[in-house]
């Protein structure tokens, strides 16, 4: 396939492999994980001076993409786009390096099919759309070999000793991506491990054509030298680097077996995925039915070709695979498709090997069957993820979309010089993501544990809190009388959690209604005006009231969408909302919002408002110019 059409292909793959990892990054997955996150701050660190050579924050990371993001914050602020997109393009780099990988170790089409395979899997696709350090190790590792193997290759073809600058110049190269491997994730710290299996069958099966002690030492050395470091931040800091495998190994703890950890393992490709939403579609193995029978018949062959045949190539596929497995193995929550990137793109090998070797044994006919298969498989497991995936109504609370939504609505209402935000101290503490995207501003005021609240001296301020605080710091902080419209937050829940619950309360002062003529007048309480906004599945209605004088019936708001006769839509809830009626002080005015759910298209003229108050529990009605309900025509409360 040497020729303008295998090159067409690998160029439409690639693009193809950039488009899926590029495209709708920055919302998509949507939200900002809190390992993002702490990467960005490293990064921002980085930007201001620091140099560290490993991160100890958040269980300790290495460096190596900390150091891109830097430069891609540089380049594209502080967004979740600038934290994402050094890893999509190292996805897209990867399928490249596969495609060299399997060139290298076996044919053109087998590289192809490979490269195919990394482009449009799922498991590839959904980590690297993740701003996550893990992303470095396939791309770098895979380029590692392919250059190592090639040096080798060039090395042993001349016939002198002596290393020239045309094999030794490559040789170093592949040490220098050896070590730098190391600065990528943790798991590649089983690198060497698979290096010496590799070589120990290499030796004890094919000793004639085993490297030469100054081949090998052309490659150590640098590879050392690069090492060394890092090596010696880990001797003074052990408790620091190697922190984070003793926290998820699950030797010791009895929590699982290794035997089920294995049994998971292996079942990933073909049976049981990742159960986690941040790393998978929950459950979906890494291939489909037809591939996963492939992906084992292809282990079998180059078990075969490697042990009976003694082919080196075969041997390294299996065990580069088998080694950089042992991460999700030998740890909990198996199978762990995040720890098993190592195996990234060496286990795509398997199903291309086992499809070769049916290309070769079928006519152009069953040829055609087989690319269109191909296709058609590698573009279904690419939708998933803009389909499936991302209608998946676990995602958003996986990766903390409430976070993303808060800093959005932050920095919009911070961006008006005049405006005050508040923001509860323990949510800028807990969730790195708000440090992050909003930043330290000079009309940022965080509000830290037990400080006295004093009256703002603005008149445009809005307050952030926990759930758990109520209306009380909103009333320490604004003296009446005071415009304030309640809202809770962006929805969240953590992974452990059932049930999703707001995450924050916004409590924003409004400029005060003067002399305002009342929609109705239920006596301590006046509506002042009502508007319908366009809301997810229907609207919000916003509700403007004056407490005349202090409240002390417990007073209920309903509202009612009707159709003619019928019952369109209804909410129902305490005067106030989130700043409840009793909690009133006189001349203070409350926007509450209310939602209605609409379940199918309505025509508006036809619709029309009904809403009053009742006293719980009695249910009895308060009347409002005789009336125990306002009629308002639908069309005159639509926002313009």
Same mark, same amino acid.
């Given at each position: 396939m040497q020729n303008k059409t295998h090159w067409a292909l690998l160029a439409l793959i690639v693009a193809f492999g950039l488009w899926a990892r590029l495209w709708q990054l920055e919302n998509l997955p949507p939200g900002f994980y809190t390992d993002e996150a702490f990467y960005a701050l490293d990064a921002v660190e980085v930007m201001d001076g620091a140099r560290p050579i490993y991160f100890p924050a958040n269980n300790g990371r290495e460096p190596l993409y900390i150091y891109l993001l830097a430069g891609s914050i540089q380049l594209l602020g502080r967004t979740s786009l600038a934290v994402r997109a050094p890893a999509a393009l190292l996805g897209a780099l990867t399928v490249l390096a596969a495609y060299g990988l399997a060139r290298t170790l076996f044919n053109p089409r087998v590289g192809l099919i490979v490269a195919a395979l990394a482009a449009g899997s799922l498991w590839t696709i959904a980590l690297n759309r993740i701003g996550l350090r893990a992303n470095t190790l396939p791309p770098l590792a895979t380029l590692m070999l392919v250059v190592a193997v090639q040096a080798w290759r060039r090395y042993s073809f001349v016939k002198h000793p002596s290393m020239t600058f045309r094999t030794l110049a490559p040789t170093l190269l592949a040490g220098v991506l050896f070590g730098l491997c190391f600065y990528t994730y943790t798991a590649a710290r089983l690198i060497p491990l698979s290096c010496v299996a590799v070589c120990l069958f290499w030796y004890i099966a094919k000793r004639s054509s085993f490297p030469t002690i100054r081949w090998l030492t052309a490659f150590a050395l640098p590879a050392a030298l690069v090492i060394a470091p890092l090596a010696v931040y880990a001797a003074q800091n052990p408790a620091i680097y190697f922190g984070r495998v003793e926290q998820v190994a699950i030797v010791g703890r009895g929590e699982r077996s290794l035997f089920d950890n294995l049994f998971a393992v292996l079942g990933m490709f073909t049976w049981q995925g990742d159960a986690n939403a941040r790393h998978n579609l929950p459950g979906r193995p890494v291939f489909d039915v037809v591939l996963g029978l492939l992906f084992w018949g292809g282990v079998a062959l180059a078990a075969y070709?490697?042990?009976?045949?003694?082919?080196?190539?075969?041997?390294?596929?299996?065990?580069?695979? /088998?080694?950089?497995?042992?991460?999700?193995?030998?740890?909990?929550?198996?199978?762990?498709?995040?720890? &098993?990137?190592?195996?990234?793109?060496?286990?795509?090998?398997?199903?291309?090997?086992?499809?070769?070797?049916?290309?070769?044994?079928?006519?152009?006919?069953?040829? %055609?069957?087989?690319?269109?298969?191909?296709?058609?498989?590698? !573009?279904?497991?690419? &939708?998933?993820?803009?389909?499936?995936?991302a209608q998946d109504e676990r995602v958003p609370f996986y990766f903390q979309a409430a976070l993303t939504t808060l800093a959005a609505e932050s920095n919009a209402y911070l961006a008006e010089p005049a405006h005050t935000l508040y923001l509860d101290y323990q949510l800028w503490e807990k969730f790195p993501a708000l440090r992050f995207l909003i930043g330290e501003r000079a009309n940022l005021v965080l509000l830290e544990p037990q400080a006295t609240l004093e009256p703002v001296n603005t008149q445009a301020a809005r307050l952030v809190l926990r759930p758990e605080f109520g209306v009380s710091p909103a009333l320490a902080l604004w003296p009446?009388?005071? #415009?304030?419209? %309640?809202?809770?937050? /962006?929805?969240?829940?953590?992974?452990?959690?059932?049930?999703?619950?707001?995450?924050?309360?916004?409590?924003?002062?409004?400029?005060?209604?003067?002399? /305002?003529?009342?929609?109705?007048?239920?006596?301590?309480?006046?509506?002042?005006?009502?508007?319908?906004?366009?809301?997810?599945?229907?609207?919000?209605?916003?509700?403007?009231?004056? &407490?005349?004088?202090?409240?002390?019936?417990?007073?209920?708001?309903?509202? #009612?969408?009707?159709?003619?006769?019928?019952?369109? /839509?209804?909410?129902?809830?305490?005067? *106030?909302?989130?700043?409840?009626?009793?909690?009133?002080?006189? *001349?203070?005015?409350?926007?509450?919002?209310?939602?209605?759910?609409?379940?199918?298209?309505?025509?508006?003229?036809? !619709?029309?408002?009904?809403?009053?108050?009742?006293?719980?529990?009695?249910?009895?009605?308060?009347?409002?110019? *005789?009336?125990?309900?306002?009629?308002?025509?639908?069309?005159?409360? !639509?926002?313009?």
């Open positions: 070709r490697g042990w009976v045949r003694r082919e080196l190539a075969y041997v390294l596929a299996l065990v580069w695979t /088998a080694t950089m497995l042992l991460p999700t193995a030998l740890s909990n929550e198996a199978p762990h498709f995040l720890r &098993a990137i190592g195996a990234i793109p060496m286990a795509f090998v398997f199903p291309a090997l086992a499809l070769d070797w049916l290309w070769n044994k079928t006519n152009r006919l069953g040829q %055609g069957v087989l690319s269109l298969a191909l296709s058609g498989s590698v !573009l279904l497991n690419a &939708a998933t993820y803009f389909t499936t995936y009446a009388p005071v #415009h304030l419209q %309640g809202e809770n937050g /962006a929805l969240y829940r953590n992974d452990n959690e059932v049930n999703a619950y707001p995450l924050y309360l916004t409590f924003t002062q409004q400029a005060l209604e003067a002399n /305002a003529q009342p929609l109705a007048d239920f006596g301590a309480a006046q509506l002042l005006a009502v508007q319908a906004m366009p809301a997810a599945n229907g609207y919000n209605i916003q509700l403007t009231w004056a &407490a005349n004088a202090p409240i002390t019936e417990d007073l209920h708001v309903f509202v #009612h969408l009707k159709d003619g006769e019928a019952m369109a /839509a209804q909410a129902d809830n305490v005067l *106030g909302g989130l700043y409840p009626a009793q909690s009133w002080r006189a *001349g203070d005015q409350v926007t509450q919002v209310e939602w209605l759910l609409l379940t199918e298209e309505l025509q508006p003229a036809r !619709l029309r408002l009904v809403m009053g108050l009742y006293r719980f529990p009695s249910g009895e009605r308060l009347l409002t110019g *005789g009336q125990d309900a306002v009629e308002l025509p639908w069309l005159s409360l !639509l926002s313009q």
